[in-house]
C-alpha cells in the first residue's frame, strides 16, 4: 500500500490524540471530514492502522523505574524462555536480537526493590544464562508509550 502527504498527516494526527474527532482533522488539514474517515478506514483496512490503544501514565501510577534487561540463552531454551516472559505482565516489550543479548525486554516497576524481586523471582527461569540490566536514569526523549 502506498501512502500519500495526507496519509501521513493524518496518521501524525492521530498519533498525537486518537481519539480526535474526524471533523478535528478535517479542519486541520483543511480537507472534508468524509476525505478523512474513508482514508482512516482504509489505512485499517490494509492494517497500516493496526489498532487504536491507551496509553498509559505510568508516573501517575507510581511506576517510575524503567529498565532494560539484556538476557542470553541456551540457544535450544529460547521459544520456552520466551513462552515464558510473553506472559508476565511487567514485560512490556520482548525482542529477539543480534550481538550479547538473545532476547531484550523493556520493565516499568515502582522502585528497584520491585526490579529486584522480578529479577530474582520471574527470571528465575531455566535456560537463561547471563543477565544484563540497564537501569534507566533519566531521557533524552521519553518513549511515547509509556512516557518514561
Do not use: W
Request: hydrophobic residues 45%.
Amino acid at each position: 500500500m502506498s501512502l500519500d502527504e495526507l496519509d501521513l498527516r493524518i496518521i501524525r494526527s492521530l498519533n498525537q490524540d486518537g481519539r480526535k474527532a474526524f471533523k478535528i482533522i478535517a479542519e486541520e488539514l483543511d480537507v472534508s471530514d468524509t476525505t478523512i474517515r474513508k482514508r482512516v478506514k482504509r489505512m485499517q483496512k490494509d492494517g497500516v492502522i493496526k489498532k487504536f490503544m491507551v496509553l498509559i501514565n505510568y508516573r501517575l501510577m507510581g511506576r517510575v523505574v524503567k529498565a532494560f534487561i539484556g538476557l542470553k540463552i541456551s540457544p535450544a531454551k529460547i521459544p520456552e524462555v520466551v513462552e515464558k516472559l510473553e506472559k508476565l505482565a511487567d514485560v512490556h516489550v520482548l525482542y529477539r536480537t543480534t550481538g550479547i543479548s538473545d532476547l531484550f525486554l523493556e520493565v516499568i516497576f515502582s522502585d528497584l526493590d520491585e526490579l529486584n524481586a522480578f529479577l530474582s523471582n520471574e527470571l528465575n527461569i531455566d535456560g537463561i544464562i547471563e543477565t544484563e540490566v540497564n537501569v534507566v536514569i533519566g531521557p533524552y526523549k521519553r518513549c511515547p508509550y509509556t512516557g518514561l
